[in-house]
């Protein structure tokens, strides 16, 4: 059986409850940052995320969500203590292979052009050129920012370069993808669409994702599973499962019972309602 039908039919989860074969796993996880006045960031994390899930990650501002991120990136330290893996090796203060990052504010070169932009994190990651020129026409064609390959970031809407920064992390065909509020900075319809071309990639590729988002929408309609934060310190006080089938229609989707439920729910858990 292929790795894409096993994930058909079982559900989420159900090859990783031990966390051998997991893409991400936190095991009393916390972080403090140390300074005059040291601020508690994290409280210990326990988050197992099966190689291939969709998971949303959501919580008050402030409560430590892109800390979490960085922790699993590789760019914060977590506390002595606790045990972060990726692909089940120890997070230790390099970012590990294998792992892409779209901050909630784009990252891209200023003096570059998008193409270039888009192929700089996998020339950084040593890609090889001729292997770049191959990967990035299609990319931003799937990104649709063909036109704009020789364009510079200012020459762009807001939403284009999310895309061209989504696309600077997919070029390097990452198996897990962390995302910070991605489309955080957007106008709701550009954002409702973008959700749609990510929703289209990741049905592609499945890749492991955790997104971080303050839009109970955007998690209910990407997300297998959402991990619900509390204030600060932050912790996991809820892990909800999406139980919407896949593929999903961005038509269809939103007016399933299943939908509302769970939106519902997460608005309660989040205090909106
Ligand atoms: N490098 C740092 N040094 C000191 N304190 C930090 C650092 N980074 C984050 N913090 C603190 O850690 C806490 C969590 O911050 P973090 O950015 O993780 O929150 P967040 O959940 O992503 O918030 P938001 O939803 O507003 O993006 C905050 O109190 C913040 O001030
Ligand atoms: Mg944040």
């Not at 996880?29 to 006045?37: D, I, L, W």
């Not at 990104?143 to 992390?169: C, Y």
């Not at 955080?184 to 954002?191: F, H």
């Amino acid at each position: 059986m292929t790795r894409s039908t096993r994930r058909v039919m079982e559900p989420p989860g159900a090859e990783a409850a031990d966390g051998a074969s997991a893409a991400v796993r936190l095991a009393g996880a916390s972080k403090t940052f140390r300074g005059r006045e040291d601020v508690r960031a994290l409280d210990p994390i326990d988050l197992t995320v099966p190689a291939g899930e969709f998971v949303a990650i959501v919580g008050p501002s402030g409560c430590g969500k892109s800390t979490l991120l960085r922790i699993v990136a590789g760019l914060v330290d977590a506390d002595a203590g606790g045990r972060v893996e990726v692909q089940g090796r120890p997070v230790d203060g390099t970012t590990p292979p294998d792992l892409g990052v779209v901050f909630q504010t784009h990252n891209l070169l200023p003096w570059r052009t998008v193409e270039a932009n888009v192929g700089l994190g996998a020339r950084l990651a040593g890609i090889p050129k001729a292997e770049i020129a191959r990967r990035v026409p299609p990319m931003l064609e799937m990104l649709g920012l063909s036109g704009f390959a020789g364009k510079h970031p200012h020459e762009l809407s807001g939403g284009m370069r999310q895309r061209a920064a989504l696309g600077q992390a997919l070029v390097c065909r990452p198996d897990i993808l962390l995302l910070d509020e991605p489309f955080g900075a957007l106008d709701a319809l550009t954002r409702d669409r973008l959700n749609v071309e990510l929703l289209k990639i990741w049905q592609e590729l499945r890749q492991t994702v955790l997104l971080v988002t303050h839009s109970i929408a955007e998690a209910v309609f990407l997300a297998d599973r959402i991990i619900v934060m509390s204030q600060r310190p932050g912790t996991v006080v809820e892990d909800l499962r999406v139980n919407i089938p896949r593929p999903r229609d961005p038509a269809t989707t939103r007016a399933l019972p299943e939908f509302t439920e769970t939106a519902q729910r997460l608005s309660r858990l989040m205090g909106v309602t």
